[in-house]
């Protein structure tokens, strides 16, 4: 990709923040293919200078397409729009999403419209939907920016068919505003065992139900694990170091102890002076949100740490979709 065709554009007068107009335009790029799977998108500072901004800005932008899995960061090397399966659905998503939006673009500019005012407009129009159907029905996944919540929030929209807004266990403990909103115009609250009495513990008083769900481990994986000879080191990556952790407890609650382990985070301060102790491990297990960027630092060595709902929590999901699907029909 050439840095010199990256035209992004913003405007100080749009409601928009300028994090959210940059980060859109460039899931808009990645989504249509302008930018491809493997570039590098240009370094911060030198984005931030073509748009007249902070450079905080775009590092905050770069870390939010991170966290959504867009791209990975490597110190020294940049940010690379990542090859695995979050970029696939955007562009899933994004294909037929640009067909309609440039045949209405088209027909508003042939009636004389003014195209913000009329996305504007549009907008507002949306809020003004009866939010009682099926495609008004969102749940709030909470959990904490360490675990792979990318994971449990794409079982839970395969599941249940809802959307899925991640309000992260930081932000509630941070009191923001945003979140609060996010949670009160929810139809579910979702949160996992691993968080189910911290975030009782911040919610308490709210007249909020909170459902708890769980994962583990597949078999065939603990299977392989438990074949590791004696000492063997197996390292556990997720997006943080806690989430590392519980992959391990995971694996040492099924009695596989033999092993030696550590655990890391990708989005943890000081990871990148971890990777001489990464190489040197026997194995590495990384989390579906981890894998692609440890595929691309240790490709020899990482295998995808396959984690999978509990068969409770599946069932759980099943009766919360025919509940939401019941109060809709009754409305």
């Known amino acids: 990709m050439n840095h010199k065709s990256l035209m992004l554009q913003i405007d100080p007068n749009l409601t928009f923040s300028v994090n959210t107009q940059i980060k859109e335009q460039l899931k808009w790029l990645i989504g249509t293919g302008k930018i491809e799977l493997g570039d590098m998108l240009p370094a911060a500072g030198q984005l931030a200078d073509s748009l007249g901004l902070n450079r905080n800005t775009v590092n905050w932008v770069y870390n939010q397409l991170r966290d959504e899995g867009l791209v990975t960061m490597h110190k020294g090397r940049g940010t690379i729009v990542s090859h695995g399966p979050r970029v696939e659905q955007l562009r899933k998503e994004r294909e037929p999403m640009h067909r309609l939006l440039t045949e209405t673009i088209n027909s508003a500019q042939t009636e004389g419209m003014e195209l913000q ?57 941070n009191g923001e505003r945003l979140s609060d909103d996010v949670l009160t115009a929810s139809d579910m609250i979702i949160t996992t065992v691993n968080h189910a009495d911290e975030v009782r513990k911040i919610m308490v008083g709210r007249d909020l139900q ?41 694996v040492e609650d099924a009695g596989v102890r033999q092993i030696r382990s550590q655990s890391l985070g990708i989005g943890d301060q000081g990871f990148e002076q971890n990777l001489d102790k990464i190489r040197q491990s026997d194995k590495i297990y990384a989390s579906s949100a981890a894998f692609h960027h440890m595929q691309n630092l240790v490709p020899e060595k990482v295998e995808l740490y396959p984690m999978q709902l509990e068969a409770s929590s599946e069932i759980l999901l099943e009766e919360l979709a025919d509940s939401l699907e019941a109060k809709s029909e009754s409305k």
């Open 117 to 173: 005012s009329f996305f504007m407009a549009g907008l507002a129009y949306v809020l003004l939907q009866d939010p009682s159907g099926e495609q008004g029905r969102r749940i709030v996944l909470v959990e904490c920016k360490e675990h792979d919540y990318l994971f449990y929030q794409s079982e839970i929209q395969r599941i249940t068919g809802c959307e899925v807004d991640v309000v992260f266990t930081e932000q509630l403990a």
């Open 210 to 250: 909170i459902h708890v769900i769980g994962a583990t481990l597949e078999p065939q994986t603990l299977l392989n694990l438990a074949k590791l000879s004696e000492g063997t080191q197996v390292t556990f990556v997720c997006l943080g170091k806690a989430g590392g952790e519980w992959m391990a407890s995971r």
